[in-house]
Protein backbone atom coordinates (compact mmCIF):
# COMPACT_ATOMS: atom_id res chain seq x y z
CA UNK A 1 0.00 0.00 0.00
CA UNK A 2 1.35 3.47 -0.80
CA UNK A 3 -0.43 6.85 -0.39
CA UNK A 4 1.15 9.64 -1.77
CA UNK A 5 0.06 13.15 -1.18
CA UNK A 6 0.53 16.14 -3.53
CA UNK A 7 -0.77 20.08 -4.07
CA UNK A 8 0.78 21.41 -1.25
CA UNK A 9 2.07 24.97 -1.25
CA UNK A 10 2.55 28.67 -0.14
CA UNK A 11 -0.71 30.33 -0.32
CA UNK A 12 -2.01 33.81 1.03
CA UNK A 13 -4.79 33.90 4.28
CA UNK A 14 -7.95 33.90 2.86
CA UNK A 15 -6.89 31.61 -0.57
CA UNK A 16 -8.31 27.81 -1.76
CA UNK A 17 -5.72 24.91 -2.13
CA UNK A 18 -6.46 21.53 -2.83
CA UNK A 19 -4.61 18.39 -1.65
CA UNK A 20 -4.42 15.00 -3.46
CA UNK A 21 -4.05 11.58 -1.95
CA UNK A 22 -3.10 9.07 -4.91
CA UNK A 23 -3.52 5.17 -3.17
CA UNK A 24 -1.87 2.23 -4.75
CA UNK A 25 -2.30 -0.74 -3.40
CA UNK A 26 -5.88 -0.45 -2.19
CA UNK A 27 -9.29 0.00 -3.43
CA UNK A 28 -11.21 2.91 -1.93
CA UNK A 29 -14.16 0.91 -1.82
CA UNK A 30 -12.75 -0.94 0.58
CA UNK A 31 -10.96 1.93 3.32
CA UNK A 32 -11.91 5.21 4.94
CA UNK A 33 -9.29 7.78 4.17
CA UNK A 34 -8.35 10.47 6.26
CA UNK A 35 -6.74 13.92 5.98
CA UNK A 36 -4.59 14.80 9.22
CA UNK A 37 -2.12 17.96 9.70
CA UNK A 38 0.49 18.65 11.85
CA UNK A 39 1.74 21.92 12.95
CA UNK A 40 4.99 22.88 14.13
CA UNK A 41 5.39 22.15 17.68
CA UNK A 42 1.78 20.26 17.65
CA UNK A 43 0.66 17.30 18.11
CA UNK A 44 -0.79 15.51 14.68
CA UNK A 45 -4.52 15.93 14.62
CA UNK A 46 -7.92 14.27 12.23
CA UNK A 47 -8.96 16.96 9.45
CA UNK A 48 -11.30 14.97 7.43
CA UNK A 49 -12.42 11.55 6.37
CA UNK A 50 -14.30 10.01 4.24
CA UNK A 51 -15.66 6.08 4.04
CA UNK A 52 -14.93 4.53 0.47
CA UNK A 53 -17.89 2.22 0.35
CA UNK A 54 -20.90 5.09 1.27
CA UNK A 55 -18.96 8.16 1.05
CA UNK A 56 -19.94 9.58 4.46
CA UNK A 57 -18.02 12.33 5.22
CA UNK A 58 -16.34 13.50 9.14
CA UNK A 59 -14.78 17.23 9.14
CA UNK A 60 -13.09 18.27 12.43
CA UNK A 61 -14.88 21.03 13.67
CA UNK A 62 -12.53 23.70 13.03
CA UNK A 63 -12.57 22.97 9.45
CA UNK A 64 -16.60 22.58 8.85
CA UNK A 65 -17.56 24.84 6.38
CA UNK A 66 -14.09 25.61 4.70
CA UNK A 67 -12.79 21.96 3.84
CA UNK A 68 -14.26 19.36 1.86
CA UNK A 69 -13.17 15.95 1.14
CA UNK A 70 -13.94 13.86 -1.99
CA UNK A 71 -13.18 10.95 -3.66
CA UNK A 72 -12.66 9.80 -7.25
CA UNK A 73 -13.03 5.84 -7.18
CA UNK A 74 -11.93 5.38 -11.23
CA UNK A 75 -8.62 7.12 -10.27
CA UNK A 76 -7.84 5.59 -6.90
CA UNK A 77 -7.29 9.10 -5.19
CA UNK A 78 -9.03 11.02 -2.26
CA UNK A 79 -8.63 15.38 -2.32
CA UNK A 80 -9.35 17.94 0.59
CA UNK A 81 -10.41 21.28 -0.90
CA UNK A 82 -9.22 23.74 1.11
CA UNK A 83 -11.02 27.25 1.52
CA UNK A 84 -10.55 30.06 3.09
CA UNK A 85 -7.18 29.59 4.38
CA UNK A 86 -5.58 31.03 7.74
CA UNK A 87 -2.22 30.84 8.98
CA UNK A 88 -3.81 28.25 11.66
CA UNK A 89 -3.74 25.67 8.72
CA UNK A 90 -0.31 26.26 8.43
CA UNK A 91 0.81 22.24 9.09
CA UNK A 92 2.03 19.31 7.21
CA UNK A 93 -0.85 17.64 5.95
CA UNK A 94 -1.23 13.66 5.69
CA UNK A 95 -3.62 11.25 4.27
CA UNK A 96 -3.86 8.01 5.71
CA UNK A 97 -6.15 4.54 5.05
CA UNK A 98 -8.49 2.81 7.64
CA UNK A 99 -9.80 -0.45 6.73
CA UNK A 100 -12.84 0.47 8.61
CA UNK A 101 -15.82 1.83 6.95
CA UNK A 102 -16.95 4.08 9.16
CA UNK A 103 -16.48 8.01 9.78
CA UNK A 104 -13.20 8.21 11.91
CA UNK A 105 -10.86 10.86 12.98
CA UNK A 106 -9.26 8.62 15.51
CA UNK A 107 -5.24 7.90 14.36
CA UNK A 108 -4.49 4.62 15.83
CA UNK A 109 -7.61 3.31 13.46
CA UNK A 110 -5.35 4.25 10.53
CA UNK A 111 -2.76 1.53 9.23
CA UNK A 112 -1.67 3.30 6.27
CA UNK A 113 0.32 7.04 5.81
CA UNK A 114 1.58 9.10 3.29
CA UNK A 115 4.45 11.26 3.65
CA UNK A 116 3.00 14.45 4.17
CA UNK A 117 2.47 17.70 1.82
CA UNK A 118 3.53 20.98 3.48
CA UNK A 119 0.68 23.68 3.44
CA UNK A 120 2.01 27.20 4.27
CA UNK A 121 -0.70 29.99 4.90
CA UNK A 122 1.07 33.31 4.58
CA UNK A 123 1.33 36.94 3.53
Known amino acids: VQLVESGGGLVQPGGSLRLSCAAS????????IGWFRQAPGKEREGVAC????????GYAEFVKGRFIISSDHAKNTVYLRMNNLSPEDTAVYYC?????????????????WGQGTQVSVSS
Open 96 to 112: AADPTSWTSLLEHEYDY
Open 25 to 32: GLRLDDYT
Open 50 to 57: IVGSDLKT
